[in-house]
């Protein structure tokens, strides 16, 4: 069985107005507040599977690995992410087969906001050299 690595982390996201997706939201902020677009936090579940898989075990795309998302077990939404202070996300590799030179893997993910969980999520992907 391959050895999976344990975590991988960014522990300063910031959140200012420019991210894609938050400059587009319109409407009255009373009703729904200007936040960090959903969409944006499940892209960066994306990044920190990268980050995981370049800092640990050692994937280097100029070696030829590529990861690709296979699925979404599950991505809960726990508040709003604001504007404004930073976010600390983590992944933690939960499980690693190693299958015919392809590696599997399945992350959990969390993010915290000011102490407050804010984001949470399962998720798989496929790392492999083609």
């Known amino acids: ?19 894609p997706l938050t400059t587009a939201q319109r409407g009255p902020t009373n009703v729904h507040p200007r936040h960090v677009a959903g969409g944006i936090l499940v892209h960066i ?3 920190m599977g990268w980050a995981h898989a370049y800092h640990l075990p050692g994937l280097r795309h100029k070696d030829g690995w ?3 998302g296979t699925h979404i077990h599950t991505a809960t ?9 930073p976010v600390m996300c983590t992944a933690n590799q939960k499980k690693a087969r190693k299958i015919s030179g392809k590696i ?3 992350y959990q993910l969390k993010y915290e906001q000011s102490g407050e969980e ?3 999520s ?3 992907a496929i790392w492999l050299q083609p």
């Open 45 to 47: 579940t994306g990044m």
């Open 122 to 124: 399962e998720q798989s």
């Open 66 to 68: 590529l990861g690709y």
């Open 104 to 106: 599997f893997s399945t």
């Open 1 to 19: 069985m391959f050895q999976p690595f344990t975590q991988a982390f960014i522990d300063d996201l910031p959140t200012d107005q420019t991210f």
């Open 77 to 85: 939404f726990r508040k709003l992410v604001t504007l404004g202070p």
């Open 118 to 120: 804010v984001f949470v």
